[in-house]
């Protein structure tokens, strides 16, 4: 039995492990996003590029090759600045919706947000848009996805995760045919590839240009779930524990659900559809800090960030032909969840 006093001891320690596990992950990221600034076909020491960013912070001048810089600048850190956001974004996605739904298998994917983001991405592709028109019609189609299966669910029963699930997964399937039927009529030369690559995810199209708006739906997401986290922490119970403890239920699941369906969906549009990461990285944290959300939340940020990045760089590495991201997310994330349920063996909690 826990004493009152064992408890209270017990928090400077977690917060002293939450501490190191954050800076850790922290020094990890900075010293990964170094090398991967420096990670391509044209090689750039790590000393050159932290040169090239202390130069565009300071305004200090320096010598080194021009190309270098453009590079570093232009090329690879929007990739790595994408990589981040979109590991980040889906990480802590896959977390909200894991204790929300209180299932371990759950995924930022499981309202079929992935399903029509794919959908509008490919209709995008055969309505000749531009790059950007493309990640427009992602986005849209992957909110137009999860609010069809809202406005189902609460047709059907307002109060039902498990109604909310099912519609989901219907939904999505429904937006997985369309996609079958766009691919079949699209033209096979020109079209169809366009489509078949977006659609197993990819970095290598990303511009200066595309991180603005993603990042900003990003990053207010990331503040509304952290607004709440005391609420997620509760609800994670039960919803009528929750309502006896004051809690909102309805407004609180509604929020959660919107914030991680935008973060979810702006990093869909500018990635193409990314898969694993929502499922491992929590459990990953979990297992780091603990279920509570406060530090659940940070602590899967960041390693979904330096996970994604490190998959990046083996996608850009692995080979003379750039692997699509979606792929390696799976080589690499599916043994690794079986490795979780391994070593766990037992239920989640």
């Known amino acids: 039995m826990l004493t009152l006093t064992e408890g209270v001891g017990r928090r400077p320690r977690r917060r002293t492990r939450f501490t190191l596990v954050v800076a850790v992950l922290s020094l990890v990221l900075v010293l990964l996003a170094i090398f991967s600034l420096g990670l391509g076909r044209v090689e750039v020491p790590p000393g050159t ?34 990589a981040i956001l979109v590991g980040g974004a889906l990480a ?12 371990p298998i759950v995924s930022p994917d499981i309202l079929g947000v992935s399903a029509g983001a794919g959908f509008g991405a490919s209709l995008g592709v055969m309505l000749n848009l531009t790059n950007t028109g493309i990640q427009g019609a992602a986005f849209v189609g992957g909110l137009t996805a ?15 995760l498990i109604i909310l699930v099912l519609v989901g997964v219907v939904v999505a399937a429904f937006f997985q045919a369309m996609i079958s039927v766009l691919k079949i009529m699209a033209d096979p030369i020109d079209v169809l590839p366009v489509i078949t690559f977006w659609l197993l995810g990819g ?24 607004a709440l986290r005391w609420q997620i922490n509760v609800m994670s119970v039960g919803a009528d524990e929750a309502r006896t403890l004051g809690v909102n239920t309805t407004t609180t699941r509604l929020a959660l659900v919107v914030a991680a369906t935008l973060m979810t969906a702006a990093a869909v549009s500018i990635a193409g559809i990314v898969g694993w990461v929502g499922l ?40 003379s032909m750039e692997i699509p991201l979606g792929i390696t997310t799976s080589v ?10 391994l070593r766990a063996r037992t239920a989640w909690t």
Request: aromatic residues 6%.
């Open 146 to 160: 999860v609010a069809l299966v809202f406005a189902v669910g609460q047709a059907i029963n307002r109060h039902s």
């Open 203 to 226: 970095l290598n199209k990303i511009t200066p240009a595309d991180l603005p708006e993603a990042g900003g739906a990003i990053v207010l997401a990331l503040g509304v779930l952290y």
């Open 49 to 82: 590029v932290v040169a090239i960013l202390a130069a565009r912070l300071t305004g200090a001048s320096a010598e080194w090759p021009a190309a270098f810089e453009q590079i570093v600048m232009n090329v690879r850190l929007p990739r790595i600045a994408a």
């Open 92 to 103: 802590a996605a896959g977390a909200a919706y894991q204790n929300l739904f209180r299932n």
């Open 332 to 341: 690499v994330g599916a043994p690794l969840f079986l490795a979780l349920l």
């Open 280 to 319: 491992v990285v929590p459990h990953v944290a979990r297992m780091l800090v603990g279920p509570g959300f406060e530090r659940l939340l940070p602590v899967s940020v960041l390693c979904g960030s330096v996970l994604l990045l490190a998959v990046d760089d083996v996608s850009r590495a692995a080979s």
